[in-house]
């Protein structure tokens, strides 16, 4: 069999390139290399360890639901989805972590000096983005951290939620890569950040988003590359 030109090869893999990279991974603390974010607090205001952690993506780009109210309190926080406000649902897509805040005191930040500290964030890993099959979520898209003081997302429970740290539009997508870093974000001695949220009475996630968790989440609970 003749050999395929070099054209035809070319495009071939022009076709496949974007799908290539279908998966993007938030790196949130680079201890030794840049900073730790620390400083996740419950609802006292006290940085905690234990709690769990996600993101919420702007799907549409048009600004958080949450400004206008809290969220409402959902049935599975494990679980991702749409979250409402004021009962209806929104196009802020929750994705958890599959992780919880720890205590990085005995670690140092790219300046070999400030240490980091208890209610830290590391790494969510694996999640799918366009143009993969399934995904919800589009690099380029705002999101933001949230975390549970609680271990559920009942209506009255408290939560917190950070939209960006460095500056507006630090927190975004990347458009693909294995670990993209925010730890400069959190550089130096980061300040409580107090769970300062009340879930309200409302709708639960989409459920038909249930099966996006399956769906490349595999790699949530794989530790990240020291």
Same mark, same amino acid.
């Given at each position: 069999?003749?050999?395929?030109?070099?054209?035809?090869?070319?495009?071939?893999?022009?076709?496949?390139?974007?799908?290539?990279?279908?998966?993007?991974?938030?790196q949130f603390s680079e201890p030794f290399s840049s900073g730790i974010a620390s400083g996740f607090a419950n609802a006292a205001g006290t940085p905690t360890n234990g709690m769990a952690w996600g993101i919420v993506?702007?799907?549409?780009?048009?600004?958080?639901?949450?400004?206008?109210?809290?969220?409402?309190?959902?049935?599975?926080?494990?679980?991702?989805?749409?979250?409402?406000?004021?009962?209806?649902?929104?196009?802020?897509?929750?994705?958890?972590?599959?992780?919880?805040?720890?205590?990085?005191?005995?670690?140092?930040?790219?300046?070999?000096?400030?240490?980091?500290?208890?209610?830290?964030?590391?790494?969510?890993?694996?999640?799918?983005?366009?143009?993969?099959?399934?995904?919800?979520?589009?690099?380029?898209?705002?999101?933001?951290?949230?975390?549970?003081?609680?271990?559920?997302?009942?209506?009255?429970?408290?939560?917190?939620? #950070?939209?960006?740290?460095?500056?507006?539009?630090?927190?975004? #997508?990347?458009?693909?890569?294995?670990?993209?870093?925010?730890?400069?974000?959190?550089?130096?001695?980061?300040?409580?950040?107090?769970?300062?949220?009340?879930?309200?009475?409302?709708?639960?996630?989409?459920?038909?988003?249930?099966?996006?968790?399956? #769906?490349?989440?595999?790699? #949530?609970?794989?530790?990240?590359?020291?």
């Amino acid at each position: 069999m003749k050999s395929l030109p070099a054209f035809v090869v070319a495009a071939c893999l022009a076709c496949i390139a974007p799908f290539a990279h279908a998966t993007v991974s938030l790196q949130f603390s680079e201890p030794f290399s840049s900073g730790i974010a620390s400083g996740f607090a419950n609802a006292a205001g006290t940085p905690t360890n234990g709690m769990a952690w996600g993101i919420v993506v702007d799907t549409g780009n048009n600004g958080f639901s949450s400004s206008g109210g809290a969220y409402n309190s959902y049935a599975t926080p494990t679980v991702a989805g749409f979250l409402s406000v004021g009962g209806v649902l929104t196009d802020d897509y929750f994705i958890p972590s599959g992780a919880v805040t720890s205590d990085f005191s005995a670690q140092l930040e790219g300046d070999f000096t400030t240490h980091g500290g208890a209610g830290t964030i590391d790494t969510i890993s694996a999640i799918p983005v366009t143009p993969t099959s399934g995904a919800v979520v589009s690099s380029g898209e705002a999101f933001g951290l949230i975390w549970l003081a609680t271990s559920t997302a009942n209506t009255g429970d408290k939560y917190g939620f #950070l939209t960006h740290s460095g500056g507006p539009a630090s927190f975004v #997508l990347p458009t693909d890569g294995s670990f993209t870093g925010f730890g400069s974000d959190f550089t130096g001695t980061d300040a409580a950040k107090p769970a300062s949220f009340t879930f309200t009475a409302g709708t639960v996630p989409e459920p038909g988003m249930a099966s996006l968790s399956l #769906l490349g989440f595999a790699g #949530l609970f794989l530790r990240r590359r020291r």
